[in-house]
């Protein structure tokens, strides 16, 4: 719960430093090029290479926790360095260099080898970056910088399915070719990092200390472990969206238009994410948090009634709605109730955990989709999310981050 001294001011949004800004444009430019990709990943597996659902399934869930796996080591070498701008270059580097494989692969087994090396880049990047946001963010606007961050990483997340639309409408629905075209924003996205960011000096008086050390992990807390099981939660009742995209498929729309369903989704994500992100400055987390959960619950509802196309796109707008809630929120958790030099091992093991639930979900989705169809997917997720919900409110006082270990940072 956040205290009145957080509550961001009508003018949070100037306020915040040029190193979030362009940490949030660095964002867009490798979306635009992944998601380009990604968006049209399940139907290039599925329809070029004869992969069955639940290898999309797999696929997803495995190259998603080896990211999130992978944050684990690079957030902790970031609080032992002292610095994390390098190890977001270099993750952000891999990514770009691994988007030619896509274009060339030949079989999924290349697929699978190009989408872990990608993701293991975006583990590289992601717990030092998001450390980054919190040590560049003055506190009091720091659901505010997460916010726009998370909102202008989502803008790329549409922008490149849309660009990847009219380039399949272009060029005949020339996968590979569109692949091509994704390498440039990636390439882009380092280059602007590489120049545009400039970290925080290191305090002189600081030693460099061992992150992973018992001491120093038992100065996480008891709040920290209950944001760290939120998030497992939350991610266990959501799925990939890349049964959003198979969803879509099968409403009868033309191939080269099924990517739109992203754009939907992630412009409703983008468009709510940073008011969602200011909303949390000055709200109760837990209450937002459960007000997230009952909108994913409603999306999974509409998703499994109709597979009509005006259906489909009102549950994935509301599936954005959802992400815009509680993604920059819990990121934001997590740097309130974490120590300021353990940020990066906090971000580490909180997608660490975060990982292995995701893929959990991820398979448990394909295998369900493949045996009892589309709709019972959605609504076995609906299910287990009413049941995190309860749990989420029925949780005790004693287990929720204080506004006290909130305003530790």
């Not at 509550?7 to 190193?19: F, I, N």
């Not at 390498?183 to 061992?210: M, T, Y």
Request: hydrophobic residues 55%; charged residues 15%; positive net charge.
């Amino acid at each position: 719960m956040s205290t009145p001294s957080s509550k961001p001011s009508p003018g949070a949004l100037r306020q915040l430093p040029a190193g979030i800004w362009v940490l949030g444009f660095v964002s867009l430019l490798m979306d635009v090029s992944s998601e380009m990709i990604h968006s049209l990943l399940p139907l290039f597996m599925v329809g070029v290479l004869g992969t069955s659902v639940f290898m999309v399934g797999l696929v997803e869930g495995l190259a998603e926790s080896v990211a999130l796996i992978t944050k684990v080591f690079s957030g902790v070498l970031s609080d032992y360095l002292g610095r994390r701008k390098w190890l977001a270059v270099a993750g952000y580097g891999l990514g770009a260099l691994t988007k030619p494989l896509f274009a060339l692969a030949p079989s999924v087994g290349v697929v699978l080898t190009a989408r872990l090396l990608d993701r293991v880049g975006k583990g590289i990047r992601g717990a030092p970056r998001d450390a980054l946001v919190a040590d560049l963010a003055p506190p009091g606007i720091r659901g505010a910088a997460f916010g726009l961050r998370q909102s202008l990483d989502t803008v790329g997340a549409f922008a490149g399915p849309l660009l990847a639309v009219a380039l399949m409408l272009l060029w005949a629905n020339d996968f590979r070719a569109v692949f091509w075209v994704a390498v440039v924003p990636g390439l882009l996205a380092v280059l602007l990092l590489v120049v545009g960011v400039k970290e925080p000096a290191r305090p002189p008086e600081a030693r460099r200390v061992n992150p992973i050390r018992r001491d120093n992990l038992r100065r996480l807390g008891p709040a920290y472990g209950w944001v760290v099981g939120v998030g497992a939660v939350f991610t266990l009742a959501r799925f990939s969206e890349a049964f959003l995209v198979l969803n879509a498929e099968r409403s009868g729309i033309a191939l080269a238009l099924v990517p739109l369903v992203m754009v939907a989704m992630n412009a409703v994500y983008a468009l709510s994410a940073y008011p969602f992100g200011w909303l949390s400055d000055r709200v109760s987390h837990h209450r937002l948090l459960a007000w997230g959960l009952v909108v994913l619950i409603a999306a999974n509802l509409v998703l499994g009634s109709s597979s009509h196309w005006a259906v489909v796109l009102v549950g994935v707008a509301l599936w954005g709605v959802h992400m815009g809630m509680t993604q920059g929120l819990l990121a934001t958790m997590v740097a309130e109730v974490a120590p300021p030099d353990l940020r990066g091992t906090a971000f580490g093991f909180f997608n660490l955990i975060s990982g292995v639930a995701m893929l959990l979900a991820s398979v448990v989705a394909g295998l369900v989709w493949d045996r009892w169809g589309p709709a019972t997917t959605f609504w076995v997720s609906a299910a287990f999310c009413t049941v995190a919900l309860l749990g989420l409110l029925r949780a005790p006082r004693a287990l929720k981050p204080t506004a006290a270990a909130e305003k530790r940072s």
